[in-house]
């Protein structure tokens, strides 16, 4: 319990570097967010003038402690533009968590099926064809495979809609708007992370003491399951942790080409219009993610591993 | 980033192929849609594009996103809006006059203008708004005039006295003076406009249209505005028939729907300029013989034809293209390599250095312009790097103070516009650092004279040095584009922002 409250710390330490990092960076950067949210008709009096009101003029200390104090309270600021962080974040982060929840399942079911068919038989047509076929798959980048999917199951068939539109209540029109953006998403993933679950099912089952039950006679599905399986948890875990990030980076990706209104879309653009307030807070919360993903698989790690040390 | 905006970059090639390979059959009309007698009724779908950090329900606020842009203008009524044959139309404002000294305007108000909850427009809302835009939103350079000189002199008159000289005051209150009710809740959508908020969620709008309009009544039930981060997911929702329009769409798009057939491109001429800005003020662009000479490297027909897809028009290096007053007796630039090389042997240029030309992609054909232009100027010698750079950068490090680079602007039906912004010695904001004694008199009798034979002979004057002296090489204007569904009719053909006007617009049954 300790261990696990150390590593918890050293966590939580490690975000808050990781976000005065970023702050830095971003305002290091080239370019006056101010000037590019006013464009090129404002006057420089006028940029000035708004840069003032909008407390830009503080030094660099000064507005990450006071971004930290109200992050710690609930309260990310406000945009360049003036828009509260939270109102923009609110409906956003949930529809990316939902997008990226729904991707986790799916590779999480995906990944263990595959894996376990593929290591039943290894050298036969279908393990053959899975080598070959994860391969492409992990290569595929998110875009590519999306605008494929929009092709052939929006364009040519016509079964499912090709973007995303919210209906007047805020909600996705018909849930079927999530099936692309799940598979575009998901398929890259569930392919590497069955190549990890393969590996790591392979590795277990090579292990003297599996192969000494299996002469034993133990029954398959029990060396599976008391075997093979808690050996091969904390490899898979990790991995699926490790996951979470590159899923929230391939959101980016996907809600864009889907119009999908999440939080990916204001990533790209609070870099891109020098939003360092909007840029943090973003980081901020995926990185509590990550970290809660972690943390999580870190209990996994030592539940798989209890008594064995 | 870098990363990501390749990514985005071969996603969109890949979308274009998908249209390609999808829409496969069906006829194309050029002109207009399916056509026949306008007709009442129906909801169109358009697609505009907008990035949810920049959205904002405030009319008076940045309207930075082209779907925010447009819902505001169908909700709220602005003074004047761009058209008829001035390039300013009638709005909110149903006249407007200025006395002798060009200086003290007055517009009067519409006659039976109300806002959506019933109440009648008067003076001091518009005075409010205009107020709330300068002082509130830190965004004078949007209404040239001091504040304290917007007064109401009765219910439907309001005064305007600018500082200086204005002739041009109508034409830059275009779209910009949004207004809303005095006292309340600016973000309410409570309008005067054609069409009135019904639902509104995240940067999309439903909106049905106000029978109490003080205009002519619109064709439209309703307008839906979906919004869109990308011309990829905006072009495969038209695919889809999910939208039935998709405004400012650009010409990769328009070439594709184009050879599919399947969709009608509605082309607004004098939308964009992407001119070539160089320096006057110092550095190897000062003497104005080199600057001669860059013009006549270029290849305009080329650059129109390549860099934009064919989706535009030859430009002549006089800012304002769509100008009421545009000087079209001047001669016609092109082509002449012989002339450019030994206009800079006689300035002594140096052609053993490289010349960076700074770009940035923020329209379509920018940087596709500048490469091109590069490999021109090889033929007369000139040896040109193009950098891109990212708009942080180029905004902070190379605008207003570079040697070369590329600049986009979206507002070409006034001279004047761009005597304000960048020509005129005394702006802020001059991107070449040209200082000439005889354009500011000739700009200065432009905002001076009351009537239009003398405000087209300052113009003129203005333009033949602009031709002459300055430091803007300004190729070609490019179209701005629309795709639509065969069904839509109505649209408008007003440059800059006129695509925005879609309450003349009907859908064909």
Known sequence: MIRFLAALAVRAGLLLVVLAAVYAAADALPGDPVRLAMGPTASPADVEARRESLGLDRPLPARFADWLSGLVQGDLGTTVRGQPINDLLGDRLASTLLLTGLTFAFVLVVALAWAALWSARPRGRFGRTSAVGTSILVATPEFVLGTLLVLVFALVLGLLPATTVVGADGRLATPLMLVLPVLALGLPHAAWQTRVNRAAIAEAAAMPHVEQARLDGVPERRVVTRHVLPLAAPTIAASLATMVGTLLAGAVVVETLFNYPGAGQLVAGSLESRDTTLLVSLTALCGLVVVAALVIADAIRLWALRGRR | ?509
């Open chain 2, 1 to 509: 980033m870098v990363a990501a905006s390749r990514r985005v970059l071969l996603g969109s090639s890949l979308a274009a192929a998908t249209v390609t390979a999808v829409a496969a059959c069906g006829g194309t009309d050029d002109e207009g849609g399916a056509g026949g007698a306008p007709r009442e009724g129906g909801t169109l779908r358009v697609g505009a594009l907008g990035s949810v950090e920049a959205l904002t329900k405030d009319p008076h606020g940045l309207l930075s996103n082209n779907s925010d842009f447009l819902i505001m203008s169908l909700v709220y009524d602005a003074l004047t809006v761009p058209g008829g044959g001035t390039g300013v139309a009638p709005r909110l404002a149903e006249s407007w006059s200025v006395a002798d000294d060009a200086k003290t305007w007055t517009f009067t108000i519409a006659e039976g203008a109300s806002f959506h909850d019933g109440t009648p427009v008067i003076a001091a809302d518009v005075v409010a708004s205009m107020k709330r835009i300068i002082v509130d939103m830190d965004a004078a350079f949007k209404v040239p005039v001091p504040p304290e000189q917007i007064t109401a002199l009765d219910d439907r008159t309001v005064q305007m006295v600018t500082e200086d000289p204005n002739s041009q005051l109508p034409l830059l209150l275009r779209l910009v003076t949004f207004t809303t009710r005095e006292g309340a809740d600016a973000t309410a959508f409570n309008g005067t406009g054609p069409f009135k908020l019904e639902d509104y969620t995240d940067g999309n709008a439903r909106l049905v249209r106000f029978d109490g309009w003080h205009g002519p009544r619109p064709l439209l039930d309703a307008i839906e505005v979906t919004r869109f981060e990308s011309t990829d997911a905006m072009m495969n929702a038209l695919q889809g028939g999910q939208i039935d329009l998709a405004t400012t769409a650009g010409a990769v798009s328009a070439r594709l729907a184009e050879e599919s057939g399947a969709f009608t491109v509605h082309r607004r001429p004098n939308d964009a300029a992407l001119p070539i800005v160089m320096r006057v003020a110092d550095g190897p662009f000062a003497d104005v013989r080199v600057r001669t000479a860059m013009r006549l490297i270029a290849d305009r027909d080329a650059l129109v034809q390549q860099a934009l897809s064919g989706y535009g028009t030859v430009a002549n290096d006089v800012l304002g293209t769509g100008d009421a007053f545009y000087d079209t007796s001047l001669p016609q630039r092109a082509q002449d390599l012989d002339t450019a090389r030994s206009l800079l042997a006689e300035a002594g240029f140096d052609l053993d250095a490289t010349y960076t030309l700074y770009t940035i992609d923020e329209a379509f054909g920018e940087v596709a312009a500048a490469t091109l232009f590069a490999e021109q100027a090889a033929k007369a010698g000139v040896t040109i790097e193009v950098v891109e750079q990212d708009a942080g950068t180029f905004y902070d490090q190379t605008w207003c103070k570079a040697d070369l680079y590329t600049m986009f602007w979206g507002t070409n039906d006034s001279v004047a516009f761009y005597a304000q912004k960048v020509l005129q010695s005394s702006s802020e904001t001059n991107e070449t650092g040209w200082a000439s004694e005889d354009f500011d008199r000739a700009y200065g009798d432009l905002l001076a004279a009351t009537d239009p034979a003398a405000q087209e002979d300052a113009s003129h004057r203005m333009q033949r040095l602009e031709y002459d002296e300055s430091g803007y090489l300004l190729w070609g204007m490019a179209d701005g584009i629309d795709l639509h569904t065969p069904a839509v009719n109505g649209l408008s053909t007003a440059p800059g922002f006129g695509w925005v006007l879609l309450e003349g617009a009907w859908l064909a049954s």
